[in-house]
């Protein structure tokens, strides 16, 4: 997949599992690779760069006797996936159009 | 590689970061090593799960802002990636 596209859309994944509930590194990435592959090198500038807007917000727990980072998903997270939501209809159009499907003459 | 050398490697690769960014990447590379151990990995196994250094600091590298790049020269930055990659490959201890 396109880089870009793929970091697009890693970012709107890495928020969607958050808005179902607050989690850490190594389950963020269990939960997100059964749709699309991510490593840690990969999650973690993205996890920066959602907390550096906001979009998340990290607290360290303590499990096991060790620190445990969670992240939780703030509301403007919240709103860029609601964002995300009414934009649906017209990229499912656009994905379409691209793969040349029959609905465009 | 144990935990603590891949951590040393890792630090030192990403020099160009600014001290407290670099704790923050340092710190998620040692808790999933550990989240993996506890998942029933070896350390050695964990670690090699993470993949080749150089590659892990060229990634964080790139998507870290400028504002947070500590040294603002491009060629040192490079000089450390090259020279991490080539410590990795050779064997040295940098």
Redesign the interface.
Same mark, same amino acid.
């Given at each position: 997949m396109d880089i870009q596209l793929r970091k697009g859309l890693l970012e709107l994944c890495v928020l969607a599992v958050l808005r179902k509930e607050a989690s /850490?590194?190594?389950q963020i !990435?269990k939960d997100i690779s059964q749709y699309i592959d991510i =490593?840690? =090198?990969?999650l /973690?500038? !993205?996890l &920066?760069?959602l907390e550096?807007e906001y979009k998340v917000e990290s607290y360290n727990t303590e499990y096991?006797n &060790? !620190? &445990?980072?969670y992240y939780a998903i703030t509301e403007i997270g919240r709103s860029t996936l609601d964002e995300f939501k009414e934009d649906k209809k017209q990229l499912l159009s656009v994905l379409d159009f691209i793969s040349g499907g029959e609905r465009y003459e | 590689m144990n935990k603590k050398v891949f951590l040393n490697k890792l630090s030192k690769g990403l020099k160009p970061i600014i001290p407290s960014e670099k704790k923050k990447y340092i710190n998620d590379y040692e808790e999933i090593i550990n989240d993996m151990v506890e998942g029933g990995l070896s350390e050695e196994e964990a670690v090699e799960k993470q993949g080749d250094i150089s590659k892990i600091v060229e990634n964080i590298l790139k998507d870290t802002d400028k504002e947070l790049l500590a040294k603002k020269d491009i060629f040192s930055t490079v000089v450390f990636i090259v020279a991490v990659n080539y410590s990795q490959v050779s064997g040295h201890n940098l």
């Amino acid at each position: 997949m396109d880089i870009q596209l793929r970091k697009g859309l890693l970012e709107l994944c890495v928020l969607a599992v958050l808005r179902k509930e607050a989690s /850490y590194g190594y389950q963020i !990435i269990k939960d997100i690779s059964q749709y699309i592959d991510i =490593s840690e =090198s990969t999650l /973690y500038p !993205i996890l &920066r760069r959602l907390e550096a807007e906001y979009k998340v917000e990290s607290y360290n727990t303590e499990y096991n006797n &060790r !620190i &445990r980072k969670y992240y939780a998903i703030t509301e403007i997270g919240r709103s860029t996936l609601d964002e995300f939501k009414e934009d649906k209809k017209q990229l499912l159009s656009v994905l379409d159009f691209i793969s040349g499907g029959e609905r465009y003459e | 590689m144990n935990k603590k050398v891949f951590l040393n490697k890792l630090s030192k690769g990403l020099k160009p970061i600014i001290p407290s960014e670099k704790k923050k990447y340092i710190n998620d590379y040692e808790e999933i090593i550990n989240d993996m151990v506890e998942g029933g990995l070896s350390e050695e196994e964990a670690v090699e799960k993470q993949g080749d250094i150089s590659k892990i600091v060229e990634n964080i590298l790139k998507d870290t802002d400028k504002e947070l790049l500590a040294k603002k020269d491009i060629f040192s930055t490079v000089v450390f990636i090259v020279a991490v990659n080539y410590s990795q490959v050779s064997g040295h201890n940098l």
